[in-house]
Each structure stands twice: as structure tokens, then as C-alpha cells.
């Protein structure tokens, strides 16, 4: 089956919940940046792959990398020209997913990336990325931010338990039991120096306005929307397109 | 490439946020109903499918059925193990999409049936069909509601004319916009004897707040919503499941 000229495959439903934001996100960015810049998404949206944070943490629970490789490669031939995974700590196993397909593999992180450079050019040390203990142990943030020049802030105990507070009672839709944690979580970043705030987990896209700071605040959701976007955009329309910076 | 055991194809992005909302359904529905009733689904969102309307009122204008069938191939391809499409409009096209492919293709009239013999089992006569001006000409609902004993009301062109007002103003954005010809089309309804409203477009689910009227009102994305989560879940769980009556 011939691959359409651009077509973005989603390797979704890790929630479902935020696969259907991440689409809204695609959708309502379209729209307000470029009427002509049409998003194809092709998006496979199984809420019953194995949880991904108690997979790294706990080695003999199953394993949500068999179900994310036929996934891929189901996306692939249907015809997507790229894929990319609205779920931060799925990332743990990107090189693993990547190999497992011929299309290239969108990485958050790059995507993150693109927008820190926006929006806060001048951060280079002091980046604190709030994420599952899962993604926070899996370093992949870390080791990819470092690679481009950036230094993380590593997160102590009491802000990791802090923030998996908040993920947890947004995935209950205890969205009023996020607030104290949620903003514990970011003061404590600051006094310790963090210069900008990386919502690296898509559950956390709703806490950007309750945390009361002035770090400049990237989502990894938009973020991960806004590059699908340049990558389907014609670049005459995208002046921010580099896709030597948005393809691993 | 072996199909799942249970894996709904969604043909979608008519329009992308209606799609979204549709999925936002899904899962909403079946964390309420049962939380083993997890729905997979793999979901073509492409904005850039031909105005279906246009395509059925203007002979010279794109037709969107080689897009539609096309798709509908690469979710069979992929594994789709049933196909949905959340697009009343594109049901004009319904035979030639189900022609296309060799798994079922679920009819969005018959999921609004099964919703209709649970919230309204005594009207027969007065069904009133709330839809796009290309939905209305094709007759689809007319004839399959008629196959099973039901008559519908034949929109007056005043009727026909606020109907699609209130679409205009709501894919435009403008929820406020849309109440007052939403009200006057219920209750010009009404007056001539309607005994159910169904919303038959996807753009429609937001009115059922609005028309303030004590008819029972069949929301057709809802209802398809409805039928997903029976086809997944297990027999044992679901006591409406049919699947008689579900695939078309």
C-alpha cells in the first residue's frame, strides 16, 4: 500500500485521555497557525498496554514493548510517513521502537527541545523536567538534553513523590487534590535554582496554570503537537521548520 | 499482518474535533460503565477529506469516496477488525465504503436505532431527524429507520434551513450564535408532532443542552460511542450486547 505524502502515525493511549488532548492540541494549533496546514494523523489509541513506569521500575511486570513494536509497525503499513508517541515515559523504550520500523520516530524530547529554544534561549543549566518516576529513572531526558548543551536539574525524593502525587490524582480526575503538591513541587524547583519548568508527562498539561511561577513552562504535549505541525506545514508556510532538529 | 481479536477502525477527521469528541466518548463511556471494557482503537483523522455535503448536493464537486475507501483500507490493512465512521454525512457513501473492504462496517443509523429502542421504545411515527442538508437529501436515515418500522418527519425547508444555521455557527465556533435557531427548529419540531429529536450530526451533540425541550433526544455520536464499547466488551458483561444489530 502506497504511503500518502505526509501522514502521522500516533502511537497513542497511554492514557487514552491524552491521546485525544494531544489531538485537540494538533487540531487547535492548526488552525490558529495556518488554515492550509492540515495534519493527517493516523492514531492507535489501545488503553490496554501494560503500564509503562511500573515496567521500568519493577523488572518482572510485563512489558508494554511487544504491543508498542506491532503498533509501530501496524502504523507503518497503513501508511504513515513518521510516528510519534504522545506518552513521555513510553520514550523509555524509543530506540526499541524505533528499530523495530523503517519510517523515522519522532523523540519528544527533540520536540521539547525546539520549544525551550523559543521560549527560553537563554536556559542552559537548571532545566527541571517533572515527569514519572518512571521517566525520571530512565534518565532519557536527561542524557538527551545534555547531548544538546542543556544540564538538568535532578530531582530530590521529596519533589519525585511531590509530582507522582499530582500525576496520580489527575489520572483519578482529582484535578483540585493536584494544587498543593503541584505547587510545592514547582516552588521547591525554583528555590533550588531550576530556570525553566519541563512538563515532561502529558497528565501534567493541566497544572501549567495552577503552579504560580515565572520560569518560562514547556509542555510536552504541545510541544510534541506543534512538531507535527512543521513537519506537515509547507516550510514556505512554517518559519520555525528545521527537520534535521525534529527527526532522532 | 494477523488482526487483533477486537480492533475498532474509526474513519474519521469529518471534521477532526467531531473525531476527537468521539473518542472522548469511548473512553469517558466505558470508564463509567465497566472498566474491563477497554476499546482499542485505530483512528484515521484526515481534515482534508472533500466537503461531504457539497460533494452530495453539487455532482461537479471532489467526491470524497476515494479518500473514504482508501482509508478504510489501510484500517482494515492495519488489523481494524470493524469500522466506524463518525461522520453522519459520509453514511451517503456508506455501501460503497462497506464494498471496499472486507471487515463490517457499523452504521451509524442502527447504533441510533439501539439508543432509540432503549430511551424512547413507544415512538414509532414523529422521528425527527436533525441533520446537515446533505444528510437530509441523501434519506439514508429515512429509509434504514423506515426498514425497521419507524417514520420519520419530513423536515419543512424553514426547519431544514435553522438546522443547518446552528451547524454553520458551530463548526464557525460560535456555541452563542447557534441557540436561538437550535430552539426555534426543536420547537417547530414539536408543534408538528415530533415524539424524538436525534442529532444526527456530529456537530449537533453540543445543542442538547440548549433546546429546552422535554423530548427525548438520540445523540448519534454517543450512540456510536454506545455501540463500540458493545463490541468490545465481553458478552458476559454488557447486557445490550447484539451483535445482530450492531453490524450492519
Redesign the interface.
Known amino acids: 500500500?502506497e504511503p500518502l505524502h505526509k501522514l502521522i502515525g500516533v502511537l497513542g493511549?497511554m492514557g487514552?485521555?491524552a491521546?485525544?488532548d494531544f489531538?485537540?492540541q494538533v487540531?487547535g494549533n492548526?488552525i490558529a497557525e495556518n488554515d492550509q496546514g492540515?495534519?493527517?494523523?493516523?492514531?492507535?489509541?489501545?488503553?490496554?498496554i501494560p503500564d509503562r513506569s511500573t515496567s521500568i521500575l519493577d523488572a518482572s511486570a510485563s512489558s508494554p514493548l511487544p504491543a508498542l513494536q506491532d503498533y509501530a509497525?501496524?502504523?507503518e503499513?497503513?501508511?504513515s510517513t513518521v510516528i510519534v508517541i504522545p506518552c513521555n515515559t513510553a520514550h523509555h523504550f524509543y530506540e526499541s521502537i524505533a528499530n523495530s520500523v523503517t519510517i523515522p520516530v519522532l523523540h519528544i524530547v527533540d520536540a521539547v527541545i525546539h520549544q525551550l529554544e523559543e521560549m527560553a534561549p537563554e536556559a542552559r543549566t537548571g532545566i527541571a523536567v517533572m515527569a514519572t518516576a518512571g521517566t525520571t529513572s530512565s534518565r532519557f531526558y536527561e542524557t538527551r538534553l545534555r547531548a544538546r548543551g542543556y544540564d538538568c536539574l535532578t530531582l530530590t525524593v521529596e519533589e519525585q513523590a511531590l509530582i507522582s502525587q499530582v500525576i496520580y490524582e489527575i489520572k483519578a480526575s482529582r484535578v483540585a487534590a493536584s494544587r498543593v503538591p503541584a505547587i510545592a513541587a514547582a516552588r521547591s524547583l525554583r528555590r533550588r535554582g531550576a530556570t525553566c519548568l519541563i512538563l515532561g508527562c502529558t497528565e501534567l498539561a493541566s497544572i501549567k496554570e495552577t503552579i504560580e511561577t515565572e520560569l518560562p513552562i514547556v509542555d510536552s504535549t504541545r510541544a510534541l503537537a506543534l512538531a507535527c505541525i512543521r513537519y506537515v506545514v509547507p516550510p514556505a508556510c512554517a518559519n520555525t521548520l528545521d527537520p534535521a532538529k525534529m527527526i532522532a
Do not use: E, S, Y
Open positions: 500500500m493511549g487514552p485521555a491521546t485525544a489531538m485537540h487540531i492548526t492540515h495534519v493527517p494523523l493516523l492514531v492507535f489509541c489501545d488503553p490496554t509497525q501496524r502504523l503499513r497503513a501508511g
